[in-house]
């Protein structure tokens, strides 16, 4: 049985009417592109983080 839920609002999405990127499901394109672009933000913010404290230092 196919149950899916997105991840942006949590309502149920129904097979043949889904949306998939990154293996999720999503209800409407524009919850789809929101995810997209929050992963975006997440994945910038996480390689300033990774600039600013190199590996190798000590603790």
Same mark, same amino acid.
């Given at each position: 049985?196919? #149950?899916?839920?997105?991840?942006?609002? /949590?309502? &149920?999405?129904?097979? /043949? $009417? &889904?949306?998939?990127?990154? /293996?999720?499901?999503?209800?409407?394109?524009?919850?789809?592109q929101?995810?997209? $672009?929050?992963?975006? &933000? #997440? #994945?910038?913010?996480?390689?300033?983080? %990774?600039?600013?404290?190199? %590996?190798?230092?000590?603790?």
């Open positions: 049985m196919f #149950e899916k839920y997105c991840p942006m609002c /949590g309502v &149920e999405v129904k097979k /043949g $009417t &889904e949306i998939k990127r990154f /293996g999720k499901y999503f209800c409407s394109q524009d919850h789809a929101q995810y997209v $672009t929050r992963r975006d &933000e #997440e #994945e910038q913010r996480m390689s300033e983080e %990774r600039r600013r404290q190199p %590996r190798g230092g000590s603790c």
